[in-house]
């Protein structure tokens, strides 16, 4: 069986916030300063996708067949790919486009299915970290005609057919699925391993591995479809509070300072 | 492939499906969903329509409530749909789709949940659209073009972007698809009390199909201890500064005192230390509660995008310097096994007086 798993390269997003972190808050920033300031981020693997990674690698583990990472965006995303061959992946394919919207995104990543792939079952995550739309599994399993369903903890294959656990906080339940199918991970669904030290030997350093094969996206699939656009305004958010040091000697003297301010506060 | 069907300009608001063990219309924020659907759509001069997927057994109390929170809002139109509880969730979104496709809105809105942001991403897939997601404030400009906004990079950065243009939509495009988040439907007042002139119909149909591709199997009853973070009004959390799994129990119990809930941050929760329904942040619960006490957390920013609808924030850390402390209203540098032990003495010795 081929399991595709959908990765992305994301930008960290500590790492902006940091950079962010001295600039004036609630102040408008210009689309091009955002684009510039995303161009300047280090990117890594969308952390979520590790969870989808280490379902499809248990299932080919059990059932046999091969996993197959997909993935649209910059160049980069070639590390967020290496780092899936390290933990075990067999192959990949990227086809690098600029920063694309959700939608321009499912349109890409359908097109690799179809054309680089023989998927029998798709693995994504529930987000990225990043864009955070919640819906790339959703519009991908549209345009390839296949069902979706999210919040994913266990899966098991009998006869052509899924059978899977959801598990979200409204919903415990067993459903039955026929293949192929897309699936999002729930990020409690298992611990993502490590990459093997094998792996890293392997697939680190500068050169492109055989196993990953990167072309550029076609123009007219992603004309339009840019996830930056003219009408976008942005705004650095003021997320930090002033603090209050509850600053006594002792531990006795600490809670009962704090349990009084709480008081005076109403909140207790 | 997407039908492109004559639109009937109308603004469509679906609510959370009425279950009969954990779906209350109260808890599922459809009367804010209400408030914001009526001035919306009256800003941009539409009519305002509701669609609503319910099994029998809701109570009438709760169901006339909402009937008449309909009418106060000035709905011409509730679409309620009977459906199978044991069909499951594929069923539920076919029947959504169903209608949407029939009445083919400019507009729908949905109030952020599990299942909105499931079928919302669904339905967009189907008509051809995309999802304006967790969306914290909506405008509109020129009384057509609407504009909304929402968080991105784990809450640092706010972006307002051109949704689209309302009034004209009319055989073009996919409709607009936004779902509420839970800070913007709290945020608006209500404005239902006043009673708008009696124009509801409600247009009663059934869905008893199985899912054509998703079928359920079996449901587990949800308990009622579950942990509801979301809802709690105080939450004390504990992280990797806890050491071990013993230090969950020390956090139970200044809880217990305090009549508030038990989470945890990712990095405890992947120790294996509590189970993964207490993790709070980015992919686990986002906290709105009064008071929320972080015990030996870092704060991690996946960590802080969770507890951003805090009104009051403590931190208990050992290292000042913690991430955590940049989003606290009172911080405390000590060791928590000192200082959680002497509040839970001080607040015992409280509540024998």
């Known amino acids: 069986m081929q399991f595709v798993v959908c990765i992305k390269q994301v930008r960290d997003v500590a790492a902006i916030s940091e950079m962010l972190s001295h600039a004036p808050r609630s102040v408008a920033i210009k689309t091009e300063e955002m684009m510039d300031l995303l161009e300047k981020t280090p990117g890594m693997m969308n952390p979520e996708d590790k969870h989808a990674l280490e379902a499809a690698l248990q299932l080919r583990d059990a059932f046999g067949g091969e996993v197959v990472c997909v993935s ?126 094998m792996g ?25 479809k840019f996830f930056f656009t003219k009408t976008q305004e942005w705004t650095l958010l003021d997320n930090e509070r002033d603090i209050e040091w509850i600053a006594c000697e002792d531990a006795d003297e600490k809670a009962d300072q704090l349990l009084k301010k709480l008081n005076r506060r109403g909140i207790l | 492939m997407t039908k492109k069907s004559v639109r009937n300009p109308q603004v469509l608001l679906v609510f959370e499906p009425v279950l009969s063990d954990n779906t209350s219309l109260e808890r599922s924020f459809a009367k804010e969903l209400l408030t914001i659907g009526a001035s919306l759509s009256a800003r941009v001069n ?50 959504l789709s169903c209608a949407v496709r029939e009445t083919s809105p400019e507009l ?30 909506w405008q509109i400009h020129d009384q057509r073009h609407l504009y909304l906004e929402r968080h991105v990079l784990a809450g640092s950065v706010c972006v307002k972007e051109l949704a689209g243009t309302l009034g004209e939509r009319v055989d073009a495009k996919a409709p607009i698809l936004a779902v509420l988040s839970r800070s913007l439907l709290l945020e608006e007042p209500s404005l239902l009390e006043e009673k708008a002139e009696d124009r509801l119909q409600i247009v009663r149909s059934k869905w008893e199909k ?75 619960a986002k906290i709105r509660a009064d008071l929320y006490i972080a015990c030996g957390i870092s704060g991690s920013i996946q960590h802080k995008a969770g507890i951003r609808g805090a009104k009051c924030i403590v931190a208990i850390n050992t290292d000042p310097k913690a991430a955590i402390f940049q989003v606290a209203d009172y911080g405390v540098v000590a060791d928590i096994y000192d200082v959680v032990p002497a509040m839970i003495k001080k607040l015992k010795k409280q509540s024998r007086r």
């Open chain 1, 72 to 197: 649209v965006g910059r160049e980069d995303a070639i590390s967020a790919l290496k780092e899936a061959m390290a933990m075990g992946a067999d192959r990949a394919e990227l086809w690098t486009t600029q920063e694309l919207d959700v939608s321009g995104s499912a349109d890409v990543l359908a097109t690799i299915v179809k054309e680089r792939t023989q998927a029998d079952l798709i693995l994504c995550a529930e987000l990225s970290v990043d864009a955070s739309t919640h819906q790339l599994p959703a519009l991908l399993a549209s345009r390839l005609g296949m069902p979706y369903l999210n919040g994913i903890c266990d899966i098991s294959i009998e006869d052509q057919k899924l059978r899977v656990r959801r598990k979200l906080p409204e919903e415990i339940a067993l459903y039955r699925l026929s293949l192929p199918a897309v699936l999002s991970i729930s990020p409690h669904a298992n611990e993502p391993r490590y990459p093997s030290v």
């Open chain 2, 210 to 284: 199985e899912g054509k591709t998703i079928q359920l199997i079996s449901r587990e009853p949800l308990l009622r201890q579950d942990v509801r973070l979301e809802e709690a009004s105080i939450v004390v959390a504990g992280g990797r500064g806890l050491g071990g799994p013993e230090g969950f129990k020390l956090l139970k119990e200044l809880a217990e005192l305090l009549g508030g809930e038990v989470a945890a941050s990712k990095q405890a929760v992947n120790l294996g230390w509590i189970s993964a329904e207490h993790q709070v942040g980015q992919t686990g």
């Open chain 2, 46 to 95: 539409l009519p305002l329509n509701g669609l609503l997927l319910t099994s029998e057994q809701v109570g009438e109390e709760a169901r006339d409530a909402f009937y008449s929170d309909c009418q106060a809002s000035g709905m011409q139109e509730l679409m309620e749909i009977g459906i199978c509880e044991n069909a499951g969730v594929g069923s539920w979104v076919e029947a």
């Open chain 2, 108 to 137: 729908i809105l949905f109030a952020s949940s599990a299942f909105s942001s499931y079928a919302a991403a669904v339905l967009a897939g189907e008509l051809g659209a995309k999802v304006h997601t967790e969306t914290t404030r």
């Open chain 1, 200 to 224: 890293i030997v392997r697939f680190s350093g500068e050169k492109i591995p055989a196993q990953i094969r990167v072309e550029a996206a076609p123009e007219e699939m992603i004309k339009g």
